[in-house]
């Protein structure tokens, strides 16, 4: 008498799966690293930010409500109070419909905007 006490092997993932797995993995690794590269960037550009501001304070006197005042005034630049330097959004120069800020591609017709 004979059993089949183990079963046949039995492939639970496709090759296809795996490979977009291992894909995933590659591009996850690489927006590990950009984000930390851009957290770096962040850190030192906050530092030297930091110098800046405090040579203003001790060299030239400016007080801390006009700093205030003045990144206001720039962020209001665009229209918004948000704490970003957004660009507005441009209008294709053929159909009038939005551009892609990223792309200076039209949505609509394809239009490439050249700025
Ligand atoms: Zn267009």
């Not at 110098?51 to 030239?60: D, S």
Request: hydrophobic letters at 35%; aromatic letters at 6%.
């Amino acid at each position: 008498m004979s059993f089949a006490v183990i079963p046949k092997y039995r492939n639970v993932v496709d090759k296809k799966t795996i490979e977009k797995i291992k894909a995933m993995s590659k591009e996850h690794l690489a927006l590990v690293s950009k984000i930390e590269y851009l957290e770096a960037d962040v850190d030192r550009l906050t530092i030297i930010t930091q110098a800046l501001w405090e040579l203003m304070q001790n060299k030239i006197g400016i007080k801390e409500s006009e700093l205030i005042n003045l990144v206001e005034e720039i962020d209001l630049r665009d229209g918004k109070l948000d704490g970003k330097m957004s660009k507005p959004p441009q209008k294709c120069s053929k159909c009038k419909q939005s551009v892609s800020v990223k792309t200076n591609v039209c949505f609509y017709c394809g239009h490439k905007e050249v700025s």
